[in-house]
Nanobody, 121 residues
């Protein structure tokens, strides 16, 4: 199984960015996808998750209303659209796949390598 996260970069506060997570080696349409992030010196934290069909999503309070998670099962890809970015969104962002649409890190079986998002103020 491989999850390849991409789309990170350096942006200014208020800008938008879209992350992608391309999956291979698993039945993508039957797994939940999650996005997590880890800021320097901090623990990895939950950002958003989406169920297998895309019909259910759940967000951390810190990103609710600004970020949107989606998926394209035909392309085996999950997306994280990030709008109104703030400096506190600076982190390495990871995508993950698992059986359940939950915020618990340990519930996810497969992880991507991470993509760095830096938001300058």
């Amino acid at each position: 199984v491989q999850l390849q996260a991409s789309g990170g970069g350096l942006v200014q506060a208020g800008d938008s960015l879209r992350l992608s997570c391309a999956a291979s080696g698993l039945t993508f349409s039957s797994v939940a996808m999650g996005w997590f992030r880890q800021a320097p010196g901090k623990e990895r934290e939950f950002v958003a998750t989406i169920n297998w069909s895309g019909g259910y999503t759940y967000y951390a309070d810190s990103v609710k209303g600004r970020f949107a998670i989606s998926r394209d099962n035909a392309k085996k890809t999950s997306y994280l659209q990030m709008n109104s970015l703030k400096s506190e969104d600076t982190a390495v962002y990871y995508c993950a796949a698992g059986k359940f649409t939950v915020r618990t890190i340990t519930s996810y079986d497969y992880w991507g390598q991470g993509t760095l998002v830096t938001v300058s103020s």
